[in-house]
């Protein structure tokens, strides 16, 4: 319902500040104040959502696995999937062909078989680029070799990734 925009509680007269953590749009604390989303009172107001706009990306802590997989089977350079022109048609042929015979819940497992081909490779078969490990730190933290890879960076390089090596890897683009 509303779209936080400043850290502030509250203005001078000690009343909630409107696009602050404290709006009244998002329901009340103090029992002489009505929502102004729903109308209710302090007990009678369950409390509405707020949102705010990142400056920059961040990482999802739910996704850190899915992240993890993406970025040990996809190349730095290109964002290609680590598999080369005839594995690609090889497993590409098996997902159509489970389509075809309306057995998609065997594709996850056809997906981890892909995922497990295309780690560990130390070169692109499309782009020739050499290719370091990529080693997770707990909680977020993402290493090539010995460089941070920053959210920025995980972005640029998903963006690159073609819908058909999302398939392979199991993600409906």
């Not at 779209?3 to 709006?23: H, Q």
């Not at 009340?28 to 949102?51: A, W």
């Amino acid at each position: 319902h509303v779209k936080i925009v400043t850290p502030e509680l509250y203005d001078k007269e000690g009343y909630p500040v409107e696009g602050g953590l404290m709006d009244t749009r998002l329901g009340v604390i103090d029992p002489g104040l009505r929502c102004r989303t729903c109308n209710g009172k302090l007990k009678e107001c369950p409390g509405h959502f707020g949102y705010i706009e990142l400056g920059r990306p961040a990482l999802h802590i739910s996704y850190i696995k899915a992240i993890y997989v993406f970025l040990q089977t996809t190349c730095k350079e290109c964002s290609r999937i680590l598999l080369d022109d005839e594995n690609i048609q090889k497993y590409q042929s098996k997902i159509d062909k489970l389509k075809e015979e309306g057995k998609e819940d065997l594709i996850p497992k056809l997906s981890k078989l892909v995922r497990a081909g295309a780690k560990n490779v130390k070169k692109c078969p499309h782009c020739k680029a050499k290719l370091n490990v990529v080693k997770f730190e707990k909680p977020s933290t993402f290493m090539d070799d010995t460089k941070r890879v920053n959210p920025i960076e995980i972005l640029e390089r998903f963006e690159k990734i073609t819908d058909p090596d999302c398939m392979l890897l199991g993600v409906n683009p």
